[in-house]
C-alpha cells in the first residue's frame, strides 16, 4: 500500500504496542519524522535516528504536552493508537480512564496544538453486532447502549467523541481494525497469546468459532493511508479474512511443525470458564478464553472493508503469510 507525501511530522501514541509498534517501523522506513508516547518503563520498537520517544500517560494531559513541544503548526499528524484491550465483561475504571478520557485528552491536545489530522484507532467492536450472515460496516454515529462488554462500550464513546470533534471542525477520522494479528508482538496481544500457548504447549485445546482477523502490517498501513486521504468525519472498518480459531492453528501448525490441538465443544468451553479464570490467576497468567471471548467468536463476525478499499486504496494480505510471519517471528523471539 503506498500513502502520500504530506505531513512529514507524527505522533504516535501507544508507540509501544502492537499496533503502535507496526506503525513506528512504517514511518521511519519512509523517512518521517516520530515522536512515540510511551508508558513510563516500557522499551520503544525501533530505534533509529527519525524516532524520539517521550514518557507519560494518556490519562494525565499534562504528561503528554512534550510530544508536541516546538512542533506547533508544523503540520503534525496524530495516531491515537493508546488504549486497554479488555475481554472481560465489565468496565474497570481503568479501562474507562485510558480509552475514554485518554482520547479526549487527546482531542483536547490536537486542538491547542493545532494538529494537522487526528486519525483515532478505534475498533469493530464499536460497531453494533447484527444478526448472523449479514455484513456489518461503518456507522454514522456510535453509541455505548448499542455495543456489548466493557471494551466495546468505551470504545464507542470514545469514537463517537472523535465525530462530535470532527463535526465541530477537527480534522480527525477513525479507523476500525477488526482482529489483529501478526508478527512484533510477543504474547501481550490477546489473539497473539493464543498462538503463543500453542506454540509452547501451554494451549492445551482450541474452541471452535471464528472471527475477521487482519494483519497488524496492514492495519497500520491502513491508518496511514487514513492520515492522508481519508475524508475528515469519517471512519474506515479495516478487516481481513474470516477464519476459525481451528483453521489458524492449522495454519500456524504448517510452519511450526507442530500437530493439531483438540478442539473442545462450545458448550465445554463455556462451562469451563470459571476453572480457566482460576487457573490463570493463580499462575498470574491472563486466560486464553473468557466467556466474553468465546460470545465474540461465536457471533457474528462478517465485516466489510470495502469502504477503505474504495477511497483509501486498502488491501491486505492473506492469512496464510500473515501467520506464516507471526509465527516466525515468535519462534525467534523465544
Not at 487514513?226 to 474470516?242: D, I
Not at 491472563?286 to 486498502?314: D, H, M, Q, V, W
Request: charged share 20%; net charge neutral.
Amino acid at each position: 500500500m503506498e500513502w502520500g507525501e504530506r505531513g512529514d511530522r507524527y505522533v504516535v501514541t501507544g508507540a509501544a504496542g502492537h499496533l503502535g509498534g507496526a506503525i513506528v517501523r512504517s514511518l521511519l522506513d519512509a523517512g518521517r519524522e516520530v515522536r512515540g508516547l510511551i508508558l513510563p518503563g516500557e522499551a520503544g520498537p525501533a530505534v533509529g535516528p527519525g524516532i524520539s520517544y517521550f514518557s507519560g500517560d494518556v490519562r494525565e494531559a499534562k504528561s503528554l504536552e512534550g510530544l508536541f513541544e516546538g512542533w506547533e503548526g508544523a503540520g503534525v499528524t496524530v495516531i491515537h493508537t493508546a488504549a486497554l484491550i479488555s475481554i472481560a465483561r465489565k468496565v474497570p475504571q481503568a479501562l474507562y480512564e485510558v480509552n475514554v478520557g485518554g482520547t479526549r485528552n487527546i482531542l483536547r491536545l490536537c486542538r491547542e496544538h493545532g494538529a494537522r489530522r487526528l486519525v483515532h484507532v478505534s475498533s469493530v467492536h464499536a460497531i453494533p453486532e447484527l444478526p448472523q450472515g449479514q455484513v456489518m460496516r461503518e456507522v454514522d454515529a456510535f453509541s455505548p447502549e448499542a455495543v456489548f462488554g466493557g471494551y466495546a462500550r468505551t470504545k464507542a464513546e470514545a469514537a463517537q467523541a472523535v465525530l462530535d470533534a470532527a463535526r465541530e471542525g477537527l480534522n480527525a477520522v477513525i479507523v476500525l481494525p477488526s482482529g489483529i494479528i501478526g508478527p512484533y508482538d510477543r504474547g501481550r496481544n490477546h489473539l497473539v497469546q493464543l498462538f503463543a500457548g500453542y506454540l509452547d504447549g501451554s494451549l492445551p485445546a482450541c474452541v471452535e468459532g471464528g472471527y475477521d482477523f487482519v494483519d497488524v502490517r496492514d492495519v497500520a498501513g491502513g491508518c496511514l493511508l487514513a492520515a492522508e486521504r481519508g475524508r475528515s468525519g469519517e471512519s474506515y472498518l479495516l478487516g481481513g479474512h474470516y477464519a476459525r480459531i481451528p483453521e489458524l492453528l492449522a495454519m500456524a501448525g504448517k510452519v511450526s511443525g507442530k500437530g493439531a490441538l483438540p478442539v473442545m465443544p462450545l458448550w465445554l468451553a463455556r462451562a469451563a470458564v470459571p476453572a480457566i479464570g482460576g487457573w490463570a490467576a493463580l499462575r498470574g497468567r491472563r486466560p486464553f478464553y473468557t466467556g466474553y471471548s468465546l460470545r465474540t467468536l461465536t457471533g457474528n463476525g462478517l465485516f466489510s472493508s470495502e469502504k477503505a478499499r474504495r477511497e483509501l486504496g486498502y488491501a491486505p494480505w492473506e492469512l496464510e503469510e500473515t501467520v506464516r510471519d507471526m509465527v516466525m517471528w515468535l519462534q525467534r523471539a523465544e
